[in-house]
């Protein structure tokens, strides 16, 4: 924690320190600009030549901060490319918002270092786990110095974890985020276009009763959908991000389907007694709706057998699960004579 | 009822449809009796008492209102709570349900019957599910007729969802909420059904009773909404609709803000904005159908262009400013309840104390099961029926059970919104199940009979066209009846379609074979009955407990824990009137109906800080929780503690989200702390924050001497610290089972004038201000 605290100190240090010495190594910065200028959104990819020369043989106080999000395209994992994208809105945004203060702009310049390729820069900061940043100050000797890294825990892949960090290490301002809009202005135009053109249409369409929403079919589709979902508990699956099956702790090899416990579920379990909830349901009404206007009255014969087993079945599993998981057994108030 | 008019009195039908009638009448009664009486275990098996924590405070606040009156209730500032901020009780609060258990208990009296506020409250709730049944028949009866009305009804009487929140003794809001939402749907569907200003009037005052009585009213005002707009999409617009929406929005939104809990709310927030919405296309569509209804077919297409441009325009403007007001209000207009609704993830990410209510978390399957059990397996086919064919009144109740089913999905609480939709789409798929099982039975046994007595000596296959034939008379029989209710229904159907069904039925009948049938029936009724069972299972045993008094049976008989109302008449009767009480905020509404005393924080959970403070106070050591609970006036501090005889629901299991809830409001309490590798213990491995915190040192206070070991039965774990003194609070009283614990703030010590300038000269003014920011009260 103190380390921390003094961070911010260190850097009003050196930079102070900086003003002296920033003359004699002007050609440096200019070219980390140029690099800048030159790469998207103003992220620099070091290689282990570039390291060597803007970092280990400068002498301290180097007249610049970097800010070094460490990569792994081999990795090929796709928070940590999202997490490169947010690196790269908030290295972007900090241009934007110090354009014309050049004295903020080279202070501090965004970088990048790929595992994959350029593995001996990487190996020289001694990083254990991906995503990581880090932030070499000008005064900053050992790389491998753990005070420069982002903390384990703040890191959560967001622009605004970055931001935090630069603005808590550097006494800098990185200002408002400027993420590029989900769609793109002329994306917008078309769509808006497309819907004032269909628009007439549409409405044509619903006066005289044409459309997909008149079809009752489609309603009851849905609503069986929405209940088959519902009552499978599906929304717990989301909210508490279960997943659909877990491995068992004794035998790694054993796929467990079914939690024992109420308060919790597993997916597959949620769905299959969903559908069994449902079967019975369906099956019910199509015996009564459907099957009384079949002529061959075998045919209805053996489909209600069929349906009633099934159903039978359903019920009963559902019950021996029900009793299963939460360890109630119903009481059936015979007459105490009976036992 | 038109059927009963068209006929001659004195023929057959006519007397079958009277003693039908009659027939109806009794069965709805015995479901009233049933429903009152299924609710009647947490009586007999205990005995004539409020149950849990917010009826508690509605006892309460129902006694203020049969005391002083109606003026003074509405004026009400109460200072026994919140304390030091008070609550406005009058403007809090939904009166609804204090109002309606006021005027029973003042009719009562009048009238020379003279029972107890309490008893009155007692038995509200299951006077409101008989109600709540009845509204369930008619509004069934408007759906399908009235056999899926009494079905529906029957199975409202006794589904477990409803009886959990309406057993005699639970006085809450949910016990006269439920009887409004339904009687407010049966009017609007009946109003949708005959186009009758009158029904559309009592819809809006429904509608206000609703209001009155319970939160949950937004549903409403949003179902009601949707399905409006749904037949306008669908093509159902008709003027009935017309009449059945514009009165309820105007008249319901102009009542509704009369409530002083809601008033401008009726208009501001984004809850009733979908209302407005509907309110004005309706009106849009209104005028375009009228304008076709005046102008010929050519001029119409002119003036639909015209119509349509310049409703698009004002639709456009109105969404702009809704757009305006939703994004200029911090939340979005929207309060956190009902944006847990929409994005279901939202409570557990930003607040904690909705996700810390366990009714408030989304339910897994066996939860349907324990709540509508099997009606869970015949809804599917309730829907189906409803779409053949789909009316107005079918299309509202399928919208009713999508809705509810998947707010339910959401919060496990709102299940109680589903079981009526539950029960009445069981009720009609019973009831058409029954229909054609024992359609089926009757006709081909009297056509068996026939055959008999005519001896056909044909082949098997002969009178199958006989059958057929006498099939039709019985099949053509129930088939009319049912399209006589339709078409009442649905007026504006063409007359030919009934002939051209009835055709069809007459080439199929609608029969299917005997023995299956019987069968099938059979099956239907075990399944009712295993129903039955598990109803009448879940009152007795699940549903029926006060949580004030609890029972455990054990080998050597019954164990009564009485601690809850012992500990309350301890601090009524051995401290202060104006003592301040703290504890965590469930049991807040307990101690100011019981005890009365002023308490810090209660089931109310409006002040958020406020709350934090408490919980910061529980998670804080001895010496910074004393300087809270000071600053605060509070006397005593009561934890709740089950680890002697093994109550699951005490502080210890709720103390991470006091830590949660505290660290939300002040960031020197982290829940990190409290975790050893982030599992919650309090064996010799949990952590020194962990055994240095007021809750862990108030609950295991002299806690080894019970057994010699401190064994904690509900962790089942030996405590990690054993013996320790406290400093700052000394205890009072524990109660038999050593359940509730009140301790006592020490008083400040004299300070010794020499102490005192040492530490003067020690402190620094860093130092202080750091004791500052850890108390925000000071």
Known sequence: ?339 | MAAVESLPPGTPSAMRNAFGTVLSALILVLIGVLAFSIRLFSVIKYESVIHEFDPYFNYRVTQFLSKNGIYEFWNWFDDRTWYPLGRVIGGTVYPGLTLTAGTIWWVLNAINIPLSVETVCVFTAPVFSAFASWATYLLTKEVKGSGAGLAAAALLAMVPSYISRSVAGSYDNEAVAIFALIFTFYLYIKTLNTGSLFYATLNAIAYFYMVCSWGGYTFIINLIPMHVLLCIVTGRYSPRLYIAYAPLVVLGTLLAALVPVVGFNAVLTSEHFASFLVFIIIHVVALVYYIKGILTPKMFKVAVTLVVSIGLVVCLIVVAVLVALVASSPTGGWSGRSLSLLDPTYASKYIPIIASVSEHQPPTWPSYFMDINVLAFLVPAGIIACFSPLSDASSFVVLYIVMSVYFSGVMVRLMLVLAPAACIMSGIALSQAFDVFTGSIKYQLSSKSKDDAEDNTSTKNAPKDDASSGKADKGEEVAKERLSKKGKKKEREPAEKPSVKSKIVKKKALVLPLEASIVALLLLIMLGAFYVIHCVWAAAEAYSAPSIVLTSQSHDGLHVFDDFRESYAWLSHNTDVDDKVASWWDYGYQTTAMANRTVIVDNNTWNNTHIATVGTAMSSPEKAAWEIFNSLDVKYVLVVFGGVIGYPSDDINKFLWMVRIGGGEFPHIKEADYLRDGQYRIDSEATPTMLNCLMYKLCYYRFVETDGKGYDRVRRTEIGKKHFKLTHFEEVFTSHHWMVRIYKLKPQKNRIRGRVKKLKQKTTSGVSSKSVKKNPWM
């Open chain 1, 1 to 339: 924690m103190a380390d921390h605290t003094t961070l911010p100190h260190r850097f009003f240090l050196s930079i102070s320190l900086l003003s002296i010495l920033a003359v004699s190594q002007p050609d440096l910065t200019k070219e980390l600009v140029s690099l800048r200028s030159s790469s998207e959104s103003g992220v620099i990819r070091l290689t282990d030549d570039t390291v060597s020369k803007f970092i280990t043989s400068v002498s301290t106080p180097r007249p610049y901060s970097l800010i070094i999000f460490f990569n792994s395209i081999d990795l090929n994992s796709n928070p940590l490319q999202e997490f490169r994208r947010e690196f790269a809105f908030v290295s972007a945004s900090f241009i934007a918002n110090n354009n014309n203060r050049s004295d903020v702009a080279n202070k501090v310049f965004f970088c990048e270092i790929d595992e994959s390729s350029d593995s001996e820069a990487f190996g020289l900061f001694g990083i254990q786990f991906l995503p990581q940043i880090c932030l070499v100050d000008p005064l900053m000797e050992n790389l491998q110095d753990k005070t420069g890294r982002m903390e384990e825990e703040d890191v959560d892949g967001t622009a605004e974890s970055v931001v935090e960090f630069i603005e808590s290490r550097t006494n800098l301002t990185v200002g408002p985020l400027h993420r590029p809009p989900l769609l793109s202005k002329t994306q917008i135009s078309v769509i808006v276009a497309l819907i004032a053109i269909s628009t007439p249409f549409l409405i044509k369409k619903v006066l005289k009763g044409e459309t997909v929403l008149h079809n009752s079919r489609v309603w009851l589709f849905c609503t069986v959908l929405v209940y088959f979902f519902s009552v499978s508990g599906t929304m717990h699956n989301i909210i508490k991000g279960m997943p659909m099956f877990v491995r068992d702790h004794e035998d790694s090899n054993k796929l467990v389907f079914f939690y024992k416990g109420e308060n919790f579920q597993l997916g597959a379990e949620g769905l299959s007694v969903g559908l069994l909830y449902n079967v019975v349901g369906l099956l019910l009404a199509y015996v009564t709706n459907a099957l009384v206007r079949v002529r061959s009255v075998s045919g209805q014969r053996v489909f209600m057998m069929l349906a009633m087993v099934v159903s039978l079945l359903a019920v009963k599993k559902v019950v021996y699960l029900n009793s299963w998981k939460t360890g109630y057994e119903i009481q059936t108030y015979w007459p105490s004579s009976w036992h």
